[in-house]
């Protein structure tokens, strides 16, 4: 059974940085892309960052040079580090797996089964 636990949130100020962890567990191989979202106040969920099932790492094109996304003993972990923080960052921050989602859909909602909970980030002026 597939599993992802995410940790890391909390609140920060404008010009902080916050590194977010999310466990997988239950994934058999590395063809499993694992990608963030994130969803605030009154909002739709937003792709963040991901990492698809070949590896390739891809990035809201708004966020990126601030935000970076790596992974740990292949994609058991994979965090997002988030520098420079603005109070538009606040939202809830899930993660999510599906194998098989490459390119651009990658960073697409419709294309993950598995989710997890959310990390709630708050960053204030």
């Known amino acids: 059974q597939v599993q992802l636990v995410e940790s890391g949130g909390g609140s920060a100020e404008s010009g902080d940085s916050l590194r977010l962890s999310c466990a997988v567990f239950g994934i058999l191989n590395d063809f499993y892309a694992v990608a963030w979202f994130r969803q605030a106040p009154g909002k739709g969920r937003e792709g963040v960052a991901c990492i698809d099932s070949q590896g390739e790492k891809r990035y809201a094109d708004s966020l990126k040079g601030r935000f970076a996304i790596s992974q740990e003993n292949g994609k058991a972990r994979v965090y997002l580090q988030m520098n420079s923080l603005k109070p538009d960052d606040t939202g809830v921050y899930y993660c999510?797996?599906?194998?098989?989602?490459?390119?651009?859909?990658?960073?697409?909602?419709?294309?993950?089964?598995?989710w997890g909970r959310g990390t709630q980030v708050t960053v204030s002026s």
């Open positions: 999510a797996t599906d194998p098989w989602v490459a390119g651009i859909k990658c960073l697409g909602a419709n294309g993950y089964g598995h």
